[in-house]
């Protein structure tokens, strides 16, 4: 069975069904929605699929616009003489801001011009912007094929209600099946239109054997170690954080904590940091490779995310770190608020407060250090529900008969 790709980055949740699929004999490609090779870097999965001419990129972007908007024009010209009458369904689909814009115009004259008419047994798309791009092509017949849209987070809690209705309204009426890895995703999907009989559980999933599970412990030197992994964004609540680790160490807890990821809140976070005056404890490492993740959450104790709802509405969803960490042995601190709670055993696998209450914050943390004796029955507690809700081994078979389903059905 050919299972198509179609999405932007190849992130480690995407990476994991990609060799599942493979390891289970499929034809696996991956087109991306508007990301070149370089930006791929070295992920050994892209490395290979590239190799055997399956990863199909776009060109980076040129170095003025001026280049860019040269490009484009030769793109959209070369898309209009191999397909007239597609391209001009599309030019009028653009007119609506169904494409997203002019990033999502010049994806898709590029997937047009360079790849014309494509089929697939199945397309899976893992994004909401990306699935509607997609659904426009087969709307114009360039693409053939069922079509799985995974929603993750922002691509709907941005757009939620009748924005999201106006926004996905088509894409709605075009794909086959919309996948949610919550139930919290699960109602904003059908707030939005989403029919109840295309929705089906397909959360992001994990690989068990490359997150380590040890048991909680505290460090021989006392350090209450903390961990935060993110996109530094507002809806991450790494400012509530950052005032709870202050005020931890002023009520004489021996504290440390570790904030991984970039975004655009990274040199603000810094600026905060040293205005608390925690350069000493707090290290902010940016963005770093998969095995630097796992190595830092095996060497701390509690996962930290007290996560709120953004100005512009957005909040966390899976929240795939919260997973990550509980997979590992991790109790976690975070916001009962979005998905974050479905994420690890919310009853018996941490501490969950008000979102936005850093009162509540600071209790949390002193509770979970005056509890270190309960940490390994907290850790069973993450990781056992991770095993059972989240692991790719027993997620990917199930998707795989979805697949199989609707392509036979197509």
Known sequence: ????FFTGMMGPYVRNEIEEYRRSGHDVWYYSDGVSR??????????????????????GLEATRSERMRTLGTDIARAALRFPMASARLAGQHRARNLGGWGGVRTTANFVSRRGKLASDVWYVHSGPSGRRLAFLKSVGLVSGPIVVKFNGTDATYHR??????????????????????????????????????LVFMPSTFRMDRLTYRPARLADDDEFRLVTTARLMPCKGIEIALQAVRRLRDDGI??????????????????????????????????????????????SDVFLLPGIIAD??????????????????????ASRIGGIPEATDAENGGRFV????????????????????????ISAAGRAYVEGRFATAKNTPRYQQLFEELAAGS
């Not at 069975?1 to 198509?4: A, F, H, P, T």
């Not at 966390?316 to 990550?324: A, K, P």
Request: aromatic share 6%.
């Open 161 to 198: 209600g009748a924005r999201g209705r106006r926004r996905y309204e088509h894409m709605f009426s075009v794909v086959d099946r919309v996948g949610y890895g919550t139930e919290f995703m699960r109602n904003l999907l059908l707030e939005m239109g989403a029919g109840p009989q295309q």
């Open 1 to 4: 069975m050919k299972i198509s």
């Open 38 to 59: 370089e930006e791929f870097g070295d992920n050994p999965v892209a490395v290979q699929l590239a190799a055997e001419g399956r990863l199909i990129t776009t060109p």
């Open 312 to 333: 512009d509405g957005t909040e966390e969803n899976q929240c795939g770190s919260v997973t990550e960490a509980a997979a590992i042995g991790l109790p976690v601190v």
């Open 254 to 299: 021996n504290v440390r904590y570790d904030v991984l990821g970039q975004g655009p809140l990274l040199e603000d976070l810094r600026a905060m940091s040293r205005d608390l005056g925690l350069d000493d404890i707090v290290t902010f490492h940016g963005r770093v490779a998969y095995p630097k993740v796992v190595a830092t959450l095996s060497d």
């Open 354 to 377: 008000p979102a936005g209450d850093l009162e509540a914050v600071v209790e949390a943390l002193h509770e979970m250090h005056r509890r270190k004796d309960e940490w390994p029955a």
